[in-house]
């Protein structure tokens, strides 16, 4: 698995990012079992990156990493932990007081002395202001302290991003988390690239599957994304399935491809997914994309090309 500089933190983050949201059941029942073996079988493929919140699960998901890691018996610097502040089941909070109790939860539930991100986790319900100006400065002291490592943003709308870091001293923010804004339907997140460099910031991406669009099985019945949208993709993974191709493992790679992307989160709750989503990565590497059937898809996807949805209080 390839190793990727994330920003100007000095951590090298796997390019395929396990997405520990499935570890709290939190689109579907995951077993505590199948869990913890997930996550076995994903550092053993060279995955070092684990990314949760206590919002997935409503504090499971973090509670299961945390055994799983601990149960791998390896060196704390052998893998990077990201976690979230500011959403949780009951809804959104980033006052000071907070954010404070959440890291402390956080690193109990993970079994963990630190972690290496906090973010902010979509900040877009919240008041900017407020997590420019009480948010962020407890934050950087949380890291003063040794809780934290570095500091994220996340959220889908961009203009998010810019606001804060417009408006806090450089070096603040290192990292930032971006979904559904780096798949075959939506590559709006390449503007940014350039804008995001010159902060000095490092560049998660998550949803290469843009949230179920680019599954079988398709969409949740939530799924903010228009009727053309949802229309656009359904035609396209059927047109996959026609080839005998695997949707799922195009829109992955296309994810990865892009090297100045740290590194693509993916859900995994299993080691099939583990395994699927490693051989993505490593077919990429060997035998590159199936550009044929990718140019066909982005044929079908055109005419909703870029076009995303309003930013609502979805489940993710």
């Known amino acids: 698995m390839e190793l990727r500089p994330l920003g100007n933190t000095g951590l090298k983050v796997s390019a395929v990012g396990f997405g520990a949201s ?13 869990a913890i073996a997930a996550v076995r079988e994903a ?24 055994k799983a890691l601990k149960a791998l018996q390896v060196p704390r610097s052998d893998y990077i932990v990201a976690t979230k502040c500011g959403r949780y089941g009951e809804g959104f909070d980033f006052s000071a007081e907070r954010v404070r109790k959440s890291i402390d939860e956080s690193l109990e539930n993970l079994q963990l002395d630190y972690v290496d991100i906090l973010h902010c986790h979509d900040i877009e319900f919240w008041s900017l202001d407020q997590i420019v100006s009480e948010t962020i400065p407890t934050l950087q002291k949380l890291k003063q302290e040794g809780k934290i490592r570095f500091i994220g943003i996340t959220g889908l709308p961009f203009n998010i991003f810019t606001y804060v870091l417009d408006r806090v001293p450089p070096g603040t923010i290192d990292v930032i988390l971006s979904y559904c804004h ?11 690239l350039p ?36 229309s656009a993709c359904k035609a396209a993974v059927g047109h996959c399935k026609s080839k005998g191709k695997k949707i799922t493992k195009l829109a992955l790679q296309y994810s990865l491809a892009n090297k100045e992307i740290s590194s693509v989160l993916v859900g995994m709750g299993s080691v099939s997914e583990v395994e699927e989503n490693v051989a993505a990565f490593t077919d990429l590497e060997g035998l590159g994309m ?21 930013s609502g209080i979805i489940h993710k």
């Open 290 to 310: 199936d550009q044929e059937t990718l140019s066909e898809i982005k044929a079908i996807l055109e005419p909703v090309k870029n076009l995303t949805w309003p």
């Open 182 to 192: 780096y798949s075959i339907n939506d590559s709006t997140l390449l503007d940014m």
């Open 43 to 66: 550092f053993r493929h060279g995955i070092n990156f684990f990314d949760t919140s206590p919002y997935y699960g409503g504090t499971v998901s973090e509670k299961v990493l945390g």
């Open 195 to 230: 804008y995001l460099k010159s902060k000095g910031v490092g560049v998660i991406t998550a949803s290469p599957l843009a949230m179920g669009l680019f599954t079988e099985q398709g969409p949740p019945e939530w799924h903010p994304a228009s009727p053309e949208i949802k």
């Open 22 to 34: 499935p570890l709290g059941s939190h689109y579907s029942l995951v077993a505590e079992d199948d």
